[in-house]
């Protein structure tokens, strides 16, 4: 498990809160989103291939239990969805793409559920840092994203746009998944689809 003080502030898409830096792991201009869309081992997967993303982080976000627990995350008692947390460099992928890339690698249509993954913590949701609830921006990307995306979906997308102020990194055996287990069953049979639907669709953008 990861040190339990893993609570972090949600900074603005803009890479800053309250006026300070907020640890970007480059020097370069850095943008952050986070997002739910089922597993984060998944979602994480997929996201961490794209041209510009800095870091993807798997965490938990929009409940209301303090330090939450990967397996207090999983009763759905805590109201947390599983996230990850973009960080990414937007002069060289825009918010845009990368939420475009997100509602191509996961089912926004289904509530609370991807495949058999089934709960509130699955949820489809994308997340508001609370200093920023009553702004234009980003709402309104979000807002967007969906837009498009509900063209290329027949059936109504039920993402909720949440507003948080605290993302919580999950435990270190969460992180980057997929490229430490690829033997493990869920890798083998969950996340490949994923990766192949949005390299067919993105594929120019995607390191490897």
């Not at 510009?52 to 939450?68: D, M, Q, R």
Request: charge should be negative; charged fraction near 20%; proline fraction near 8%.
């Amino acid at each position: 498990m990861s040190d339990p003080e893993h609570e972090e502030r949600v900074p603005s898409p803009a890479g800053r809160s309250g006026g300070e830096p907020t640890g970007s792991p480059t020097d370069a201009p850095t943008g952050r989103l986070v997002v739910a869309g089922g597993c984060f081992w998944c979602v994480e997967a997929v996201l961490r291939r794209l041209r510009g993303v800095h870091a993807v982080t798997s965490g938990y976000a929009g409940g209301h239990v303090a330090h939450p627990t990967y397996e207090q995350v999983c009763t759905g008692a805590t109201g947390h969805a599983e996230a990850v947390r973009i960080d990414h460099d937007p002069t060289v992928i825009t918010a845009d793409t990368i939420l475009d890339v997100f509602f191509t690698l996961h089912d926004p249509t289904t509530p609370n559920r991807q495949g058999a993954d089934v709960g509130t913590q699955y949820r489809s949701a994308l997340f508001v840092p609370a200093d920023l609830a009553n702004a234009r921006e980003p709402r309104a990307t979000f807002e967007r994203a969906i837009a498009r995306a509900q063209a290329w979906w027949a059936d109504p997308i039920v993402t909720t746009i949440e507003s948080i102020d605290r993302f919580w990194s999950a435990e270190a055996e969460h992180q980057d998944f997929f490229a430490r287990h690829p033997d493990q069953m869920y890798c083998q049979l969950v996340i490949p689809p994923k990766v192949a639907r949005v390299r067919a669709r993105f594929g120019a953008l995607m390191v490897d």
